[in-house]
């Protein structure tokens, strides 16, 4: 789709089609849709990315408490939102064995213990050997550091699904 039918959606069918681009949080894209009109790609990306900057640090947490854990229950269970279940998939995340499935669950548990929140990363910018990796490299990091390291991969996540839906290279 193109930045013109982008900007002439109603409030219905903005939120229905950019309700998910960042992870269950239609209410972003309610409020995105109130600085139409959009110039391109990089101008609604930027109205997603001020909206999330803006929030209180509750609210950037409770953003990255909406993201599944990586490989989790919810994957196992079909339980993932369509993009997440593309994203996850395509990482080869339902395919990990029994051994990398329960040192990616550990860490995840350390993760979710030490921050609040779930380990979120753009995981369609990297293998799924990646994801242990930088949860042990990020378990290490300040509670303050981490929270931008994961608002950060949010807006990745956010960056690759706009593209998607307006048909352009990431």
Known sequence: MDIEKVNSMDFGEFVDVFGNVIERCPLIAAAVWSKRPFSDLGDLEKHFFAFIDGLPLSGQ???????PELAGRELQWGRLTAESQREQRAAGLQNLGAAERL?????????RARFGFPFVLA????????????LSRRLRCPPA????????EVKKICHLRLADLLGEQP
């Open 61 to 67: 947490e409770g953003v990255l408490r909406c993201h």
């Open 103 to 111: 040192r990616l669950t550990e860490l995840t548990a350390q993760y």
């Open 123 to 134: 995981v369609r910018l990297s293998d799924p050997a990646a994801a242990p990796r930088e």
């Open 145 to 152: 550091q981490e929270l931008r390291t994961a608002l950060g």
